[in-house]
């Protein structure tokens, strides 16, 4: 099993940084990828950006240029790095890791961490 903790959300004026983290705890070999999605309130959860296990990152195209996903293997960490913030960018932050347990993929969900952008 693995276990994921989100942290780093907060309020930040338009134009601000902020930086989160997802740590994983367990069988964090089995990780084959660990993506970063958002859900504002009232709308669908969306795909962020996405880090594979041989460190290749995809974007969406809403946020390509403004954030950047990198990892720490040493400390089973994955960040989102969120510059140049937009109201637009206000929503609750979830990692979601797919990890392998024998010939089976799963999914497992953080609990979530606010970010809140204002005008």
């Known amino acids: 099993q693995v276990h994921l903790v989100e942290s780093g959300g907060g309020l930040v004026q338009a134009g601000g940084s902020l930086r989160l983290s997802c740590a994983a705890s367990?069988?964090?070999?089995?990780?084959?990828?660990i993506t970063w999605y958002r859900q504002a309130h009232g709308k669908q959860r969306e795909m962020v950006a996405n880090i594979s296990r041989d460190g290749t990152a995809n974007y969406a195209d809403s946020v390509k240029g403004r954030f950047t996903i990198s990892r720490d293997n040493a400390e089973n960490t994955v960040y989102l790095q969120m510059n140049i913030l937009k109201p637009e960018d206000t929503a609750v932050y979830y990692c979601?890791?797919?990890?392998?347990?024998?010939?089976?993929?799963?999914?497992?969900w953080g609990q979530g961490t606010q970010v809140t952008v204002s005008s």
């Open positions: 367990g069988s964090t070999l089995s990780i084959i990828g």
């Open positions: 979601n890791a797919d990890f392998m347990m024998g010939s089976l993929t799963y999914g497992t």
